[in-house]
C-alpha cells in the first residue's frame, strides 16, 4: 500500500471497496438465481439493486474530494466471494445451500460494514462533509442487509435446514442432538451451527443430503 497521508489512504480504501462493489454486482445475480427460499432470492435482488446504487455513490465520493474514481483489486472480498462459489459448486439447490448463501452473503456485509465504517469516518476526520454522507448512507444499508439476512435465516431458512436432515438417513442414529429441540426459539448461533457440523459429516457429503425421500 503506498499510502503515505490519511487523504492517501481513505482513496486507497475507496478504490478497494469500489472494486469490492463491482465483484458484488456481478455476484449477486448468480447467489440468488440459487436461492431455493422466495425470501432470500427477492432480498439479494433488491440488493443488487441497492448494490449498482452504492457503486455509483462511490463516483460521486472521489469526485467530491477532486479524485478520478477507479477500483484497485479487492483480495477480501474475492477471498469471500470464492468461498461462495465453493458452496455453491459442492451444495445442491436446498436450505443447507440457502444457509451456506445466507452466511456467505453476511460475510460480504460484515466486510462491507468494516470498510464503510472506516471510510465514513476518516471522512469525517478530514472534513469531506459530503462524502461522509455518502459513504454513511452506504454504511446504513449494509447494516440493513446485514439485518434483513439474519431475519431471513431466523424465520425461516436455517429452521429448514436443521428440519432437512429429519427426512433423511440420519435421523436414526442421532441420539440427543439439538434437533430434539426444534421448534423452540433456540439461539441462531445454535442453529447454525449444528446445521454447519451436520451437512460437514462424512454422510452430508454423501449428496443425498436436501432430498426427500
Ligand atoms: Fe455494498
Ligand atoms: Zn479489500
Ligand atoms: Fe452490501
Known amino acids: 500500500m503506498a499510502a503515505h497521508t490519511l487523504h492517501e489512504l481513505f482513496v486507497e480504501e475507496l478504490r478497494d ?9 456481478k455476484a449477486l445475480p448468480k447467489i440468488a438465481k440459487r436461492a431455493q427460499s422466495d425470501e432470500l432470492r427477492s ?8 448494490t449498482e446504487k452504492q457503486a455509483t455513490r462511490l463516483e460521486q465520493v472521489f469526485k467530491s474530494i477532486g479524485e478520478t474514481p477507479r477500483g484497485k483489486k479487492c483480495d477480501g472480498m474475492m477471498g469471500i ?14 436450505p443447507i445451500l440457502d444457509a451456506a448463501l445466507i452466511a456467505g452473503c453476511q460475510k460480504v456485509e460484515h466486510y462491507e460494514i ?3 465504517g472506516t471510510l465514513a469516518y476518516f471522512a469525517e476526520l478530514m ?37 432437512s436432515g429429519e427426512s433423511d438417513e440420519d435421523m436414526e442414529e442421532e441420539e440427543s442432538s439439538p434437533r430434539s429441540r426444534r421448534g423452540t426459539s ?10 454447519r457440523s451436520r451437512s460437514s459429516s462424512p454422510r452430508g457429503r454423501s449428496g443425498s443430503r436436501g432430498k426427500k425421500r
Not at 18 to 25: Q, S, W
Not at 187 to 194: I, P, T, V
Open 114 to 116: 468494516a470498510s464503510y
Open 17 to 25: 471497496m469500489y472494486d469490492a462493489e463491482k465483484r458484488i454486482i
Open 127 to 163: 472534513g469531506h462533509e459530503r462524502a461522509k454522507e455518502l459513504l454513511g448512507a452506504t454504511l446504513d444499508e449494509e447494516k440493513a442487509a446485514d439485518e434483513k439476512l439474519n431475519i431471513i435465516a431466523k424465520s425461516e431458512v436455517n429452521r429448514e435446514a436443521l428440519m
Open 81 to 94: 466471494l470464492e468461498e461462495g462459489n465453493t458452496a455453491m459448486e459442492e451444495l445442491e439447490e436446498g
Open 43 to 50: 432480498a439479494l435482488t433488491e440488493h443488487l439493486r441497492q
Open 186 to 195: 433456540m439461539g441462531m448461533a445454535n442453529e447454525r451451527s449444528s446445521s
